[in-house]
């Protein structure tokens, strides 16, 4: 095993402890979500990390948690360990019932710094979580990477109907239009505050002419910022190849 292997697995095992010894549970109307919050030197700034589906067979967990080890910035990560085999329901809902949005929105109030930045990130499911609760709250940034924006239609083109299920209790046409249009009716409402927006992506993974395209067209036409950064890869999943990298340049440049 060389040097640059062995220092990532001592930090992955550093992350698993970390999160055995400080996960908490933030519990309302019978209703519990799991957090991770990690307090940095910066008490002015605050990263919250939103989690992509796990492998296949795996269970939910917090991303990136070794990746933002060394940051000054405080650090929240949500779980999302609900839905359909508990492995996510891009934290919105169960059963059409949207009491898991807000539980993340009453720990968002709870950390969100009065004056100070704030970074919202995520990649995949994680990055639809960025960019819908990073809008809605009024974050600084948003830093989403291969995001789905029309769940709705991805979850049933992509063999995921019982996730859909899962979340809205059924999956008939008006159910899938219903959850197509959350993200785009954000994006077109008015807000005060609009977070400038990078978005990663690559031309040749097939979320960008599904859905990557039209989130674009859409964020510039309401006037939100985009910045862009893009590599050339066709799976899907090759965007946690390049993701962590590009949220830690955006912690450096956007201080």
Do not use: W
């Not at 720990?107 to 995520?122: A, E, I, W």
């Not at 990477?145 to 979850?155: C, E, N, R």
């Not at 964020?219 to 893009?230: E, I």
Request: hydrophobic share 40%; proline share 4%.
């Amino acid at each position: 095993m060389n040097e640059f292997n062995l220092i990532a697995k001592l930090r992955r095992l550093a992350a698993k402890q970390t999160i055995r010894r400080r996960e908490a549970v933030y519990e309302k109307d019978g209703h519990r979500l799991k957090y991770l919050y990690l307090a940095g030197k910066r008490r002015d700034r605050l990263l919250v990390v939103f989690s992509a589906f796990p492998g296949p067979h795996g269970a939910a967990g917090y991303n990136m948690v070794a990746t933002f080890a060394g940051a000054d910035v405080s650090r929240l990560y949500i779980l999302d360990d609900f839905g359909d085999e508990a492995r996510g329901a891009y934290y919105l809902s169960e059963s059409g019932d949207f009491y898991v949005a807000s539980l993340v929105d009453d720990l968002l109030s709870r950390f969100m710094p009065q004056d100070g930045k704030t970074y919202f990130v995520g990649s995949s499911k994680g990055g639809y979580a960025a960019l819908y609760f990073g809008i809605r709250r009024g974050a600084d940034y948003v830093v989403s990477g291969a995001p789905q924006y029309y769940i709705g239609s991805y979850l049933m083109a992509s063999g995921h109907a019982p996730v859909l299920a899962a979340m809205a209790g059924d999956t008939e046409k008006e159910t899938i239009a219903c959850y197509d249009k959350l993200l785009p009716d954000l994006i077109a409402a008015p807000h005060e505050k609009k977070p400038l927006v990078v978005l990663h992506y690559s031309e040749k993974e097939p979320t960008f002419g599904a859905h990557i395209q039209y989130l674009l067209s859409d964020l510039r036409a309401h006037g939100y910022t985009v910045r862009t950064d893009t590599e050339e890869y066709t799976a899907h999943s090759d965007v946690a190849k390049f993701f962590p990298q590009l949220c830690c340049r955006i912690l450096k440049e956007y201080k």
